[in-house]
């Protein structure tokens, strides 16, 4: 055989190829609701942010109750592909059940079989959670880690964490009452740009002849406006403080 070729005419393996690999799929879970039609079309979107071409290939341990579109194919470098999946066996018996599917990757023109998969779980739930119970179910089950914010953090009475972006007023709007007070300064400082934003609301239109001050200190109908809208920015801080 040639350089680079193995007995049988077959190519040997490129050192420069890929060995394993993690998969890149979204979302990591697929939620079906018996009462929402909408959600008996799910999309799965395969990413491949290597630079080799990628054949990909889905599986699913129940087969029967789905029909998943583009099951096998090919993914571009740095390119992204989404695979359509369809429940078509929405009954009651399958209410809770959770199902999987394995999307399993491997170079093309590689020759070295299967080099990543990834299980997606499939569930199917008879309705819909209401919002709330959905936002509190994804904020129990996710914490950011310590190290993702060069900021100071600090956890609340219910534990969780929250970014102090603003060092003056840091309020939890998932943990109701959970807050910190205005700063003295800033607290004064809001006070004085009401108080102004009072008076430019208290003086006199341009063109007004009832008024017995002088002209320059007329305002328009445009500062009149602003002044409204920074003093009522002013009253919600004051209210949630």
Known sequence: PGRGEEPGGRTAADPSSLSTVPVFVFPPTLEFYAED??????????YNPFPRVLRYKVLSTAPLRYTVIDAEGLVRPNSCIDIVTRHRDIRARHFGTTDRFRVEVWEEGGGRGVIGRKDIPATLHPTKPE?????ARDTTAWRP??????????RCTEGRWHSHLSPSYVR??????VQR?????????????????LLVLM?????DPRSLLHENLHVSV????????????????????
């Open 203 to 207: 003086l006199p239109l341009h063109g």
């Open 145 to 154: 880690p310590a190290h993702l914010f060069s900021m100071r953090q600090g």
């Open 172 to 177: 939890c709007f998932s943990c109701p009452g």
């Open 37 to 46: 039609q909408s959600s008996h079309k799910q999309v799965l979107t395969l």
């Open 181 to 197: 007070p205005l700063s003295p300064g800033l607290f004064s400082l809001y006070v004085l740009v009401g108080l102004i934003a």
């Open 131 to 135: 919002p709330r119970e959905r936002a």
């Open 222 to 241: 445009v500062q009149k406006l602003v002044a409204a809208y920074v003093l009522g920015l002013l009253t919600m801080v004051f209210l949630q403080a």
